[in-house]
C-alpha cells in the first residue's frame, strides 16, 4: 500500500493509482513539501508492478492546482530560488516517469499546476476548469518548463500568446489550443478520466514504457534520430512475453492477459 503524505492522498485503484493534491484551504498550491512527496510518490509507484497508470488531480472541485505557493516567493533570493527549482523536480519527476501520468484537471490550473499538467502525458478537463501561466503578472515568468513543454505542445504562438498576456482561458478555449485532450462535464470527469486510465492500463507495460519514450523522443530530436529510436523501440518489443501473448492472443482471437514481462 502507498505509503502517507502529509500533503497528498495517494489511492490504489486496481492497475490505476490516484494521486490527489491536498491543499483545498490554499486551492492546491504547490509549496516545497507538496513537490517533494509528489517525486517520493512517483518514486514508490515506479517500482510497484501493480500500478500502470497515474492520475493526478486535485482536492475539491476548485481547484486542480491553482500555481505555487506564492508565499513563498517573498524573501527568496535569485540563487535560493534556483536552488528550489533544480532540487528534486516535480514536473522532470512526472515527465520521466516510465508509465503513462494523466491530469485529471477539475478545476483553476494556473502557473505551476498548469506545468503540471503539461508534464503528464494525456489532460482530461471538466467544462468548468481553467488554464494558464499568469506568471507575467507577477513579474516572472514559468520557471517549472511552462515555456518549452507548452511550446511543445501548442505551438510557439498560442504559447507565446499564453505566456504573455498571462491570459486564463477556459477549458473549451484549451482543447481548441490543443492544451487538453478531452472536456467533459465536471460530473463525469472522474469516471471518463478512470475510464480512460484503466483503458490504458490493460495494455502491455512493456509496450506502454515503449510508446511513451518513442514519442517523447519525436519532440525532443530530430526526425532521423527519432525514427532510428523507433526501431530500437520497437525491436525490444520482441524480447517481451508481453509480445507473444498479444501475437498469440490476437490469433486465437481471444483478449490478452500482459505481464508487463
Given at each position: 500500500?502507498?505509503?502517507?503524505?502529509?500533503?497528498?492522498?495517494?489511492?490504489?485503484?486496481?492497475?490505476?493509482?490516484?494521486?490527489?493534491?491536498?491543499?483545498?484551504?490554499?486551492?492546491?498550491?504547490?509549496?516545497?513539501?507538496?513537490?517533494?512527496?509528489?517525486?517520493?510518490?512517483?518514486?514508490?509507484?515506479?517500482?510497484?508492478?501493480?500500478?500502470?497508470?497515474?492520475?493526478?488531480?486535485?482536492?475539491?472541485?476548485?481547484?486542480?492546482?491553482?500555481?505555487?505557493?506564492?508565499?513563498?516567493?517573498?524573501?527568496?533570493?535569485?540563487?535560493?530560488?534556483?536552488?528550489?527549482?533544480?532540487?528534486?523536480?516535480?514536473?522532470?519527476?512526472?515527465?520521466?516517469?516510465?508509465?503513462?501520468?494523466?491530469?485529471?484537471?477539475?478545476?483553476?490550473?494556473?502557473?505551476?499546476?498548469?506545468?503540471?499538467?503539461?508534464?503528464?502525458?494525456?489532460?482530461?478537463?471538466?467544462?468548468?476548469?481553467s488554464l494558464g501561466q499568469p506568471e507575467i503578472?507577477?513579474?516572472?515568468?514559468?520557471?517549472?518548463?511552462?515555456?518549452?513543454?507548452?511550446?511543445?505542445?501548442?505551438?510557439?504562438?498560442?504559447?507565446?500568446?499564453?505566456?504573455?498576456?498571462?491570459?486564463?482561458?477556459?477549458?473549451?478555449?484549451?482543447?481548441?489550443?490543443?492544451?487538453?485532450?478531452?472536456?467533459?462535464?465536471?460530473?463525469?470527469?472522474?469516471?471518463?478520466?478512470?475510464?480512460?486510465?484503466?483503458?490504458?492500463?490493460?495494455?502491455?507495460?512493456?509496450?506502454?514504457?515503449?510508446?511513451?519514450?518513442?514519442?517523447?523522443?519525436?519532440?525532443?530530436?530530430?526526425?532521423?534520430?527519432?525514427?532510428?529510436?523507433?526501431?530500437?523501440?520497437?525491436?525490444?518489443?520482441?524480447?517481451?512475453?508481453?509480445?507473444?501473448?498479444?501475437?498469440?492472443?490476437?490469433?486465437?482471437?481471444?483478449?490478452?492477459?500482459?505481464?508487463?514481462?
Open positions: 500500500m502507498p505509503q502517507s503524505y502529509e500533503t497528498l492522498l495517494v489511492e490504489q485503484r486496481g492497475r490505476v493509482a490516484l494521486i490527489t493534491i491536498n491543499r483545498p484551504d490554499k486551492r492546491n498550491a504547490l509549496n516545497i513539501k507538496t513537490r517533494q512527496e509528489g517525486a517520493a510518490a512517483l518514486e514508490e509507484l515506479r517500482e510497484d508492478e501493480g500500478v500502470r497508470v497515474v492520475v493526478f488531480t486535485g482536492a475539491g472541485d476548485k481547484a486542480f492546482v491553482a500555481g505555487a505557493d506564492i508565499a513563498e516567493f517573498a524573501g527568496r533570493t535569485a540563487v535560493t530560488q534556483r536552488d528550489v527549482m533544480t532540487s528534486r523536480s516535480l514536473f522532470t519527476a512526472i515527465d520521466s516517469f516510465p508509465k503513462p501520468v494523466i491530469a485529471m484537471i477539475n478545476g483553476y490550473c494556473l502557473g505551476g499546476g498548469c506545468e503540471l499538467a503539461l508534464a503528464c502525458d494525456l489532460r482530461i478537463a471538466s467544462d468548468k476548469a503578472n507577477l513579474g516572472i515568468i514559468p520557471g517549472g518548463g511552462g515555456t518549452q513543454r507548452l511550446t511543445h505542445l501548442i505551438g510557439e504562438g498560442k504559447a507565446m500568446e499564453l505566456i504573455l498576456t498571462g491570459d486564463i482561458i477556459d477549458a473549451q478555449t484549451a482543447y481548441k489550443f490543443g492544451l487538453v485532450n478531452l472536456v467533459v462535464p465536471a460530473a463525469d470527469l472522474e469516471a471518463k478520466t478512470m475510464e480512460i486510465a484503466n483503458r490504458i492500463a490493460e495494455k502491455s507495460p512493456v509496450a506502454l514504457r515503449m510508446a511513451k519514450e518513442a514519442v517523447k523522443t519525436a519532440s525532443r530530436a530530430n526526425l532521423d534520430e527519432g525514427l532510428r529510436r523507433e526501431i530500437d523501440l520497437f525491436a525490444l518489443c520482441f524480447s517481451s512475453e508481453d509480445k507473444d501473448e498479444g501475437v498469440k492472443a490476437f490469433l486465437e482471437k481471444r483478449k490478452p492477459e500482459f505481464k508487463g514481462r
